[in-house]
Nanobody, 119 residues
Framework: QVRLVESGGGLMQAGGSLRLSCAVS???????????MGWYRQALGKQRELVAL???????TYADSVKGRAAISRDSAKNTVYLQLNNLEPEDTAVYYC??????????WGQGTQVTVSS
């Protein structure tokens, strides 16, 4: 059973930084198990949107709104995906979700972590 658990959210100050973590169980990151890993976010009253996506055989993709401020990475030993987001803006306020696609491209989601950025 694949399970994703996000952490690292909370109340942040504009201009600050955060690192979100996504602990993955039930599937191995990299090594032919997971085809893609990504972070999405959903602000109140808006649709869920892509923040960062790292897919096998493709360049990493970032939303225009976070380009130059965001970095997605993984620690294979910890089977954990990270999102580093710097120079936070109030517009970054949202629930952030981790997403993994397995070798058959089935999508799995975490429960989300709330990030609130105050000005």
């Amino acid at each position: 059973q694949v399970r994703l658990v996000e952490s690292g959210g909370g109340l942040m100050q504009a201009g600050g930084s955060l690192r979100l973590s996504c602990a993955v169980s039930g599937i191995r990151l990299g090594v032919n198990a997971a085809n893609a890993m990504g972070w999405y976010r959903q602000a109140l009253g808006k649709q869920r949107e892509l923040v960062a996506l790292s897919a096998r055989g493709a360049d990493t993709t970032y939303a225009d709104s976070v380009k130059g401020r965001a970095a997605i990475s993984r620690d294979s030993a910890k089977n954990t995906v990270y999102l580093q987001l710097n120079n936070l803006e109030p517009e970054d306020t949202a629930v952030y979700y981790c997403n993994i696609r397995d070798g058959s491209w089935r999508a799995f989601w975490g429960q989300g972590t709330q990030v609130t950025v105050s000005s």
